[in-house]
């Protein structure tokens, strides 16, 4: 079974700084790796999906890069209302839809 | 516009069933898999369960298998989710998830706002 680990489990960032997020997976998910933003009280949000394509409405400033176990989600200038929860998830293996732990990106 | 609506949680006991179901509108219902995915307090995202859009491919995770069946109604644009010998640890907030594909594994390009189930004496 494949595991998803995301890291870190919380990132401190100042308004307009850059914030990296890492997902690795445990064997090769190729580019089936999605990412989701979760805000408190609300569902989860598709960022990106095919590891690196924005999905509709994303802004520019999410971008995603990787392949094979080693992602990064970059967020290039936080804005207030990117502080969430973001998750990652392989689509690529059964059990489908296995996520990561989330990355907690909090204001410092 | 998409959107997906669940309903049927709420407060079970231990070995009690629940029955949760999802509306969905504003896209074509039968072109799509659909998905579970729910989340405990305070805690990540779980994949629970997926039917593609036929219901001819049905999956479980390791934790719900055997005692959750999940199911679709296309003439209803509606899924559901039978949870049968419920357990404390399936207490969370349940997600309806629409897949981006038909079938297979695939990420989740709209979700709904989620149903509690609380199982407690």
């Known amino acids: 079974e494949i595991v998803m680990t995301q890291s870190p489990a919380t990132l401190s960032v100042s308004p307009g700084e850059r914030a990296t997020l890492s997902c690795r997976a445990s064997?090769?998910?190729?580019?089936?790796l999605a990412w989701y933003q979760q805000k408190p009280g609300q569902a989860p949000r598709l960022l990106i999906y095919?590891?690196?394509i924005r999905a509709t409405g994303i802004p520019a400033r999410f971008s995603g890069s990787g392949s094979g176990t080693e992602f990064t989600l970059t967020i290039s200038i936080l804005q207030s209302e990117d502080f969430a929860v973001y998750y990652c998830?392989?689509?690529?293996?059964?059990?489908?839809?296995?996520f990561g732990q989330g990355t907690k990106v909090e204001i410092k | 516009e998409v959107q997906l609506v669940e309903s049927g949680g709420g407060l079970v006991q231990p070995g009690r069933s629940l029955r949760l179901s999802c509306a969905a509108s504003?896209?074509?219902?039968?072109?799509?898999?659909m998905h579970w995915v729910r989340q405990a307090p305070g805690k990540g995202l779980e994949w629970v369960s997926g039917?593609?859009?036929?219901?001819?491919?049905?999956g479980y995770a390791d934790s719900v298998k055997g005692r959750f069946t999940i199911s679709r109604d296309n003439a209803k644009n509606s899924l559901y989710l039978q949870m049968n010998s419920l357990r404390a640890e399936d207490t969370a907030l349940y997600y309806c998830?629409?897949?981006?594909?038909?079938?297979?594994?695939?990420?989740?390009?709209?979700w709904g706002q989620g149903t509690l189930v609380t199982v407690s004496s």
């Open positions: 039917i593609s859009w036929n219901s001819g491919s049905i």
């Open positions: 504003g896209f074509t219902f039968d072109d799509y898999a």
């Open positions: 998830q392989q689509y690529n293996n059964w059990p489908w839809g296995t």
């Open positions: 998830a629409k897949a981006r594909a038909a079938a297979g594994p695939v990420y989740f390009d709209y």
């Open positions: 095919g590891a690196s």
């Open positions: 064997q090769s998910v190729s580019s089936n």
